[in-house]
């Protein structure tokens, strides 16, 4: 932070500032830093070991991809796992599915979600109270390795390759996460910048390759992540998940009765498409 405007340094060759207008917390849980501020263009930001995480402005953007596309793609899931998302705004558009069954959000870091309930229900809504959810509080590894449950979607929202969020980049990581997937299930990554993280989405790619029929990644723009779109991994034994028809995508968009900004079934199809420096990461 410098003065009033906090600095990201995520990237070595970019920082990013915004200007801080109003502090509302700053403070150490168990495992990491956390600072919330307001910013004149994104609202609430939330920031871990200095990332920014979330924001109230753009937060639809990322969780609306993470969450419907997969779901919509499945057409029929029932049980969803997500990694990480303590903000609980991931829970909270998978629950908009009333098709779900139970959300299961394993997060390494309780004081996350307790702050999250507490500083930001703009995001989470009442997302940790409603009957579907189970909260584990576990390394996502180790959930992964262990649970004799099987899921229909698996959500990775983690942070970047970094302290606690650096397993769930490895093929340990993903190797137990295609344990856990029911037939036909699909696995969604949160795999940063590929313009300033391309490291990041080849090594995630060339990871699932050998383990699935069918890998890929689509993207979005989402404006808080900066150095151009993000990248999210794709990843599933069911090679008709990624092309299902926007006719079919529709029905079922209607079906579910979604309020969404961002997502849009055409938006999904065209997610696909990938630009030349991202096909060659993934190559
Ligand atoms: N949307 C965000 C992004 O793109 O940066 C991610 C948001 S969410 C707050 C990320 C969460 O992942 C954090 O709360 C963090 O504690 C959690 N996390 C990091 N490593 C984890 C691990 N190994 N197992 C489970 N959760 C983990």
Same mark, same amino acid.
């Given at each position: 932070?410098?003065?009033?405007?906090?600095?990201?340094?995520?990237? $070595?060759?970019?920082?990013?500032?915004? #200007?801080?207008?109003?502090?509302?917390?700053?403070?150490?849980?168990?495992?990491?830093?956390?600072?919330?501020?307001? !910013?004149?263009?994104?609202? +609430?930001?939330?920031?871990?070991?200095?990332?920014?995480?979330?924001?109230?402005?753009?937060?639809?953007?990322?969780?609306?991809?993470?969450? *419907?596309? $997969?779901?919509?793609? *499945?057409?029929?899931?029932?049980?969803?796992?997500?990694?990480?998302?303590?903000?609980?705004?991931?829970?909270?558009?998978?629950?908009?599915?009333?098709?779900?069954?139970?959300?299961? /959000?394993?997060?390494?870091?309780?004081?996350?979600? =307790?702050? @999250? =309930?507490?500083?930001? #229900?703009?995001?989470?809504?009442?997302?940790?109270?409603?009957? +579907?959810?189970?909260?584990?509080?576990?390394?996502?590894?180790?959930?992964?390795?262990?649970?004799?449950? #099987?899921?229909?979607?698996?959500?990775?929202? @983690?942070?970047? $390759?970094?302290?606690?969020?650096?397993?769930?980049?490895?093929? +340990?990581?993903?190797?137990?996460?295609?344990?856990?997937?029911?037939?036909?299930?699909?696995?969604?990554?949160? !795999?940063?910048?590929?313009?300033?993280?391309?490291?990041?989405? #080849?090594?995630?790619? %060339?990871?699932?390759?050998?383990?699935? %029929?069918?890998? @890929?990644?689509?993207?979005?723009?989402?404006?808080?992540?900066?150095?151009?779109?993000?990248?999210?991994?794709?990843?599933?034994?069911?090679?008709?998940?990624?092309?299902? @028809?926007?006719?079919?995508?529709?029905?079922?968009?209607?079906?579910? =009765? /979604?309020?969404? +900004?961002?997502?849009?079934?055409?938006?999904?199809? %065209?997610?696909?498409?990938?630009?030349?420096?991202?096909?060659?990461?993934?190559?």
């Amino acid at each position: 932070m410098t003065g009033d405007w906090f600095e990201e340094t995520l990237h $070595p060759g970019l920082h990013t500032r915004l #200007r801080i207008d109003k502090l509302l917390y700053e403070g150490n849980s168990d495992l990491q830093h956390l600072i919330l501020f307001e !910013n004149p263009e994104f609202g +609430r930001v939330l920031a871990l070991n200095g990332v920014v995480q979330t924001t109230e402005r753009d937060e639809f953007i990322y969780h609306e991809m993470l969450a *419907h596309l $997969p779901l919509l793609a *499945h057409g029929a899931a029932r049980e969803v796992l997500i990694i990480g998302g303590g903000d609980g705004g991931m829970l909270e558009e998978v629950l908009k599915h009333q098709a779900v069954t139970r959300a299961t /959000l394993v997060e390494i870091d309780a004081g996350v979600i =307790k702050f @999250s =309930k507490e500083y930001l #229900r703009s995001i989470c809504g009442n997302a940790f109270e409603d009957p +579907r959810t189970e909260i584990v509080i576990a390394d996502g590894v180790d959930h992964v390795e262990t649970t004799e449950d #099987r899921y229909d979607v698996v959500i990775v929202d @983690s942070t970047d $390759p970094i302290g606690p969020g650096e397993i769930l980049f490895t093929e +340990r990581f993903y190797t137990a996460c295609k344990r856990v997937l029911a037939p036909g299930g699909v696995l969604v990554t949160q !795999n940063g910048v590929p313009f300033v993280q391309g490291d990041e989405l #080849r090594n995630t790619l %060339a990871a699932l390759k050998p383990l699935f %029929a069918d890998t @890929s990644c689509y993207t979005a723009t989402v404006p808080a992540y900066v150095g151009g779109c993000m990248a999210f991994g794709w990843a599933t034994d069911d090679t008709d998940l990624r092309s299902v @028809s926007l006719d079919a995508l529709e029905r079922r968009y209607a079906g579910a =009765k /979604l309020d969404t +900004r961002y997502y849009t079934p055409a938006v999904h199809r %065209a997610a696909f498409a990938l630009p030349g420096y991202i096909a060659e990461l993934i190559a």
